[in-house]
């Protein structure tokens, strides 16, 4: 692992500690899908400093709103992607060691996330 992803683990870390909404469970993923994650993470932070800036410069409101509106799409395939994943590795395994708890778990998540 690269020493970027030991800081970032030791802020989440830190963060669980801190944060009632984090569950304090853990999760190894392989650097493929952290790679993919932490992409597209970077591509959303800059479209987030891109609308900062267009504020900054006084840009007229419907095309910052269409940037927001960008991101808020960027977001929701952020979601979808680890959405998937989480079902294909969590889920799935949960399920094949007998954790039924999982499907109570992940049927909670959705509905927080349709909200």
Known sequence: MSDNRNTVEENISEIK???????????????????????????????VRGVEGMLEND???TDILMQVSAITSALNSFNKALLANHMRTCVADGIREGNDEVIDEIVVTIQKLMK
């Open 17 to 47: 500690d801190e944060c009632p909404c984090c569950s304090g469970k853990h999760k190894d993923r392989d650097e493929k899908e952290y790679r993919d994650l932490m992409n597209r993470l970077k591509r959303i932070e800059g479209q």
């Open 59 to 61: 840009a007229y409101c």
